[in-house]
């Protein structure tokens, strides 16, 4: 399902963006009349998915060989509502998605840095790196949930 770089950015931009409505939609509840619970629901749900979407940015950032200032983009553009969207589209269209995962060292010097390497062991054993990232992400998650709410009490 994500033998690419580009499918795994996609599916997760998109995600972000159906988080979004979620939360959206939970606080329109809220105010309708639904319990504040809706909110915390919906917000935890957008909160984790923004945080492995940060994660996949940087992960296709690094295989992709963006430049600071694409991936920092990527990445903020998690912040404006619905953002990703077009942010993968501009992506896709400029060829910064295209490729396949590096997991060879080529003849290119820049495979030889350690954190290309790093990167490639990591690769080549998707499970292990699954398992990294999604502990790191809850791991994260749960600090944040115990910092409490953005300007909460």
Do not use: C
Not at 30 to 40: E, L
Not at 104 to 111: A, C, I, S, W
């Amino acid at each position: 399902m994500f033998r690419t770089p580009d499918r795994l950015f996609r599916v997760l931009a998109i995600a972000e963006a159906i988080t979004w409505t979620i939360l959206f939609s939970a606080i329109i509840a809220r105010a309708a009349g639904a319990p504040g619970v809706v909110v915390t629901i919906g917000g935890g749900i957008h909160g984790f998915v923004f945080l492995a979407y940060g994660a996949t940015a940087v992960l296709v950032a690094l295989n992709q060989r963006w430049g600071l200032g694409v991936a920092l983009l990527a990445i903020a553009s998690a912040v404006i509502p619905y953002a990703t969207v077009p942010t993968e589209i501009w992506l896709h269209r400029t060829g910064r998605l295209a490729g396949r995962w590096r997991l060879e060292q080529t003849d290119d010097p820049r495979d030889s840095r350690w954190f290309d390497r790093l990167m490639r062991w990591f690769l080549q054993r998707p499970w292990i790196l699954a398992i990294l990232l999604v502990v790191a992400i809850v791991g994260l998650y749960v600090i944040l949930l115990l910092a409490g709410p953005p300007g909460g009490k």
